[in-house]
């Protein structure tokens, strides 16, 4: 099995990218909605043990821990600690599932791709990229977004260069999606017939 790993800073289209390869027939694990379904389930005791007062109603309120991890990176290495872990975990069945089904390739859409090491676990990596201000112009358009948060969330992020530098392949989304449905496709050409792993 060919394991794509699939990532890109934020703003960057990824989550659109992510939807072609899924039109393609590819299984996709998606690490953002993991950990959304977690902060109902699995990580809310430990993440209100670590963080008291961020869980509302028996769910993770992702604005109220935002607040405890904003310019406070040890902070953020404690949420890492709880929260990969139990990500890695679902990935690690969802490769196992997939694997017994037969297929052939399957991506792995994970946003801190590099910043986890995450790259040794995938045989080839796909970086989602558009221009500087393309970025700041989508993310800012969201609601909640200032240009105080975007910064913080870009210093937690690998700079898009250096991201693009160790990319077996970049997708370039400040076009069209018919542009980068296109792309998708031609990364899966590239790697039809590549020897993949065993996953046990």
């Known amino acids: 099995m060919f394991i794509l790993g699939l990532t890109g800073s934020i703003g960057m289209g990824k989550s659109t990218t992510a939807k072609f390869f899924r039109e393609a027939g590819v299984p996709l694990h998606d690490s953002d909605a993991v950990v959304h379904r977690l902060y109902e389930g699995e990580a809310v005791a430990p993440v209100e043990a670590a963080f008291p007062g961020s869980v509302v109603d028996g769910k993770v309120d992702r604005g109220r821990l935002s607040e405890k991890l904003v310019g406070n990176p040890d902070a953020i290495r404690r949420l890492e600690a709880i929260v990969h872990p139990l990500v890695r975990a679902v990935s690690h069945r969802f490769l196992q599932d ?27 990596v796909v970086v989602v990229s558009a221009p500087a201000d393309v970025q700041r112009a989508r993310v800012l358009s969201r609601p909640g977004i200032t240009t105080e948060r975007l910064d913080a969330l870009l210093a937690r992020q690998m700079p898009d260069a250096e991201k693009r530098a160790r990319a077996h392949f970049v997708v370039d989304s400040s076009r069209s999606f018919d542009s980068a449905r296109a792309q998708v496709g031609g990364i899966l050409r590239a790697i039809a017939g590549l020897p993949g792993r065993r996953i046990s």
Request: charged share 25%; net charge negative; no cysteine.
């Open 98 to 124: 997939q694997a017994a089904r037969g297929a052939r390739v399957i991506v792995l859409d994970i946003p801190l791709l590099f910043e986890t090491g995450g790259e040794k676990n995938v045989d080839a």
